[in-house]
Nanobody
Framework: QVQLVESGGGFVQAGGSLRLSCAASGRTFRTNVMGWFRQAPGKEREFVAH????????YYADSVKGRFAISRDYAKNTVYLQINSLKPEDTAVYYC???????????????WGQGTQVTVSS
């Protein structure tokens, strides 16, 4: 199994920034792509971004391009999500996920974290 632990969520005012972290442990050799999803109140969970842990190639949802940046520390098995210019509509639980697959394919995630809450006030 692969365990994912998110951190870095919180309460922030609109226009602010946050950096979320996701640390992977366990059988991480089973994964090569890690990403972020989010679920706002009353909405379905949606893909945000993901990254190939080896190449560093990234892929973003159109809705977050330009404000969100995903990165990884290969040695630490950790992925980050930098969120800038936060908006109230960014309020959601942010989930880290991992899989073995291709960048650009937003399906097929086998492992999920518990989520971290991000709340943006106007």
């Amino acid at each position: 199994q692969v365990q994912l632990v998110e951190s870095g969520g919180g309460f922030v005012q609109a226009g602010g920034s946050l950096r979320l972290s996701c640390a992977a442990s366990g059988r991480t050799f089973r994964t090569n792509v890690m990403g972020w999803f989010r679920q706002a109140p009353g909405k379905e969970r949606e893909f945000v971004a993901h990254i190939n842990l080896n190449s560093g190639n990234t892929y973003y949802a159109d809705s977050v391009k330009g404000r969100f940046a995903i990165s990884r520390d290969y040695a630490k098995n950790t992925v980050y999500l930098q969120i800038n210019s936060l908006k109230p509509e960014d309020t959601a639980v942010y989930y880290c996920a991992a899989k073995w697959g291709l960048v650009g394919d937003t399906n097929g995630y086998a492992y999920w974290g518990q989520g971290t809450q991000v709340t943006v006030s106007s």
